[in-house]
Structure formats: C-alpha cells, structure tokens
C-alpha cells in the first residue's frame, strides 16, 4: 500500500497502526482457536502427527503459526513445506532444504539425508518438527512415501494441514495405514456472530482506535456477508476502511460496507 495513503487513513480514523492487515505477536483469542491451539502445542513435544484442516480463510496457518510461536527456539528446528501435487524428489529435496541441508540430488538420497539429519538433531537434545501445508494436493504415493518417512525417521512430529478434502483422502482404504499413526484430527471453523465482532474490536484495540470506526449494524452484516472467515472479515475491513477514506468519512456504515462487498470476490 502507497505509504502516503496508509498515513493518510490511519489519520482520518486516528489510529496508531494499520488493523486488519498483519498478523500480531498475539493471537485473538476465541473458544475453537484456544481448543486447537492447545492440543495443536501438544504435537511439537513428542513423536506423533497431526491433521489440520479447514476452509481457506478458516485460520489453519494462524493456528500453526501461534503453535510455533510459543516454542523455544533452542530446542525446535520446525521446517514448513508447502507444495502443490510435489513429486518423491521435489518432497524430498525441498524438506532438506528448508532444514537447511543442501539437498542430495536423488530422492532416496534426499529422504536418508532427512532421517540422518533427524537422528542427530535428536542426539544434541533438538526435537525436529515437519509441518506440510497444501497436504490434500498430495497423490496417493505420496501419502505413502510420508508414512514411510514418519516410520523410519526417527524422533520427529509431522503435522498435515490442508482442505476439508485431506479428510476425505485420509478415508481411503490405501490411505489407512498414515491415517492410523495420526493422533489428532483438528478443524478450523470460522467466527461466530459475537466473535466477529469481538474480533474486529480487538483489532481496532491494538491500532489504538480512540473513536468508533464501525456503526453498530454492520457487526452482523460483516459476519452475514464473511461467514465468520476471518480472511474475509481482515479483507472487507480493510476495504472498507479505504473506501470512507474516499468518501472522506470517519465512520463505516452498512451500505458503505454492502459496496464494497459487491465489488468483492475474495
């Protein structure tokens, strides 16, 4: 965004920081998001996997990135990988990389080189963490090559997010024997109605609002018109914010918010 525009708006609504637009050290706060986290957290401190899955926009890369947040450096080295439909060498070598390895050229070279990284890691006291997003583009070898990699690579946990659809896949029948090592099965809903609202308080909150920004009204219509996406909320906020900039109005109102939303396809 023109850095002359965002002083601007953030001086037609008197705020300290722009809102609706980063992600803050600390979470916000609601019943699913705190259930997930804390049983997400459990996963980064022994060998198991877990499936995180959602809508987009639902807070599955939030959640992971909170769960991440607390832990200690020191004693974590976690590698995220995402990858759309990867084959075994581009799984394979793009782990190794994002552990920091310079990746060996062949696949099952690749995979040995993982393990081993794993294994000493393990023995200096570090406990290693494997978290592949996009999980329900991967092909049915591949959710085989990662249960593979799971039994034989020693003290690590895994975790798999992705769509509703990586439920699905896990059913199969070939898919059996990775879906019985996972441990947790976690979903990511979207806000309730009072939380939407509560959400965009809170955001308004860390940017220092002294002023209503928001008429009243348009809490319910931003969940109506979001379903509680805390994606969509963050976009049409925002939207919102530059369109009454424009408008040169210091408060949101329900039709300003309608506008927008038609302009809108998320």
């Known amino acids: 965004m023109n ?7 953030l001086e037609n609504f008197k705020l300290a920081k722009m809102p609706f637009l980063e992600r803050s ?21 022994s060998r198991q996997i877990a499936a995180v899955t959602g809508a987009p926009g639902s807070g599955k890369t939030s959640l992971i990135f909170y769960a991440v947040n607390e832990l200690e450096p020191s004693e974590f080295r ?8 990867p084959n075994k060498k581009a799984l394979y070598r793009n782990i190794a990389s994002k552990l920091g ?33 996009e999980a329900h583009s991967l092909s049915i070898p591949m959710f085989d090559e990662i249960r593979s990699l799971y039994d034989e690579g020693g003290n ?7 769509l509703p659809s990586l439920n699905k896949i896990l059913n199969l029948s070939v ?21 939407t609202r509560d959400y965009i308080i809170d955001e308004l909150d860390k940017a220092q609002a002294k002023n209503q920004i928001f008429d009243e009204k348009c809490y319910p219509l931003t969940y109506t018109l979001t379903g509680g996406s805390i994606r969509k909320v963050n976009q049409l906020c925002y939207s919102s914010m530059l369109e009454a900039f424009k408008e040169k109005k210091a408060l949101i109102t329900e039709d300003m918010l ?4 038609d302009r809108m396809s998320y």
Do not use: M, W
């Open 3 to 9: 850095i002359k525009i965002n002083t601007a708006v």
């Open 25 to 45: 050290s600390t979470s916000f706060r609601y019943d699913k998001f705190t259930e997930n986290l804390d049983l997400l957290s459990t996963a980064f401190y």
């Open 78 to 85: 976690v590698a995220s990988v995402e990858l759309s439909n």
């Open 101 to 133: 390895l310079k990746p060996y050229f062949n696949a099952d070279d690749a995979k040995n080189q993982i393990i081993n990284f794993f294994n000493e890691e393990n023995a200096q006291g570090k406990f290693n963490c494997l978290i592949i997003d």
């Open 156 to 162: 690590f946990s895994l975790v798999l997010s992705g």
């Open 175 to 195: 898919n059996v024997p990775l879906k019985q090592r996972i441990s947790l099965f976690l979903e990511c809903q979207g806000l309730s109605l009072n939380e």
């Open 258 to 261: 309608k506008t927008v939303h």
